[in-house]
DNA sequence: TGACTGGGTTCTGTTTTGGTACTCACTGCG
DNA sequence: CGCAGTGAGTACCAAAACAGAACCCAGTCA
C-alpha cells in the first residue's frame, strides 16, 4: 500500500483532497464566506471572524497560494493591501451555499432559521443539478463521471 | 442528552460553523463521497480511502451523532455493523459535487480532469441556483438572505 | 518627536490528528 | 477443545495544526 504521506505531487491524490486542502478547513471558508460580503482588509476580516491574527495570515496566504484570494496593494504611501477573491474564488459560492444551505435545513437550531431566496423575486432558491441539454434538474443519482485525459 | 452530542461550548456559532465542524475536514466528506458510492463497511472505508482505523472511527461516529450517517446491525451472530447515509447525508451530495467540480476546473493538474455529466444524455451538469418560479438560473449575486425567526 | 494604526511575525502552550500496536468477540477448522 | 482469522474497535504516543499574547515595523498625524 502507497502510505503517501507527502503533500507535493501527489501521485494519487485525488483533486477533490487537494481541494479539502485549500478550503476544508473552519477559518477558509468563513473567510470566503465573508468576502463575498465584501470584506477585503485584514483587519476587517479579523474582526468580522474573531478569527487569531497569525491564523487569518497563514488561511489568507494559502488562499492566495491556491489562487482563490489575490492580495492586491490599495494605497502607496502606507502600502496597504487587501484581498480579494479571484473568479476562482467566486466560483467556490456553489459549493458555500449549498453547504449554508444543508446546514440550515439539516442543523437549525430552529432558533434563526436561514432561508437563501433569489432575490428578484423572494423565491427560496434550489440547488439541484441542472442540465442545459434536457432544460431540467435532477438529483445526484443522476450524475455520472467522465473522465477527459 | 438523548439528542445530537453538542458541547454546548457555542456561543453564538453560526450554522455555518456548526455544520464545518462537522464534515469540514478531509476525511468527513471523502467518507462521504466513499458512502455515495455504496460503501458501507468499516473495513471497505478503511481500505478505499487508506484511513487509519481510530481516525475512521472517529470520524464515522462524528458523523452518526451529526446524523449525516447510521449505525445498523446487518447481521446478529458475529454482531456487525455497516454505516449508511441518511437522507440528511445524501442530502449533502450538492455541497460534495461543487466542491469536486471547482477542484476540477481551478485546481486540475491537466493530467486527468474528471467531468461530472447528466447521465441520460452526457452533457456536462451545470449547478448555477435555480429560481422554480422565474424559471431561471442565476448566479451569486443575485441570492439574498432571509431569517425566519 | 511621540503616539497611533494597519498589517503582520514570533513565541509559547494546548488541541487535534494520524499511526502502530493491542484487544475483544466471534467463527470455522482440524 | 484450542487456535488462527476477521471485523471492529481502543490505548497510547508522536507530530502537526491551532490559538493566543506579545511584539515589531513602516508610515502618518498632531
Redesign the pocket.
Known sequence: MS?T?D?GVGPDVTTLERTLKLVG???SILIIRAALRGIR????FADDL?????????R??RLVDGGVMA?EP?QQ???????RLTPAGVALSPALVALIRWGEHHLADGDSEIVLVHAPCGTELEQGFWCRHCATTFGPGAIRARTDS
Chains 1, 2 share one sequence.
Not at 482588509?41 to 476587517?44: Q, W
Not at 504611501?77 to 484581498?83: A, D, F, G, I, T
Open positions: 502510505t504521506g503533500d478547513d473552519r477559518w482588509r485584514f483587519d476587517d474573531g478569527i487569531a491574527r497569525p491564523i487569518l495570515t497563514k489568507l496566504q492580495k490599495y504611501h502606507p502600502l496597504r493591501h487587501e484581498y
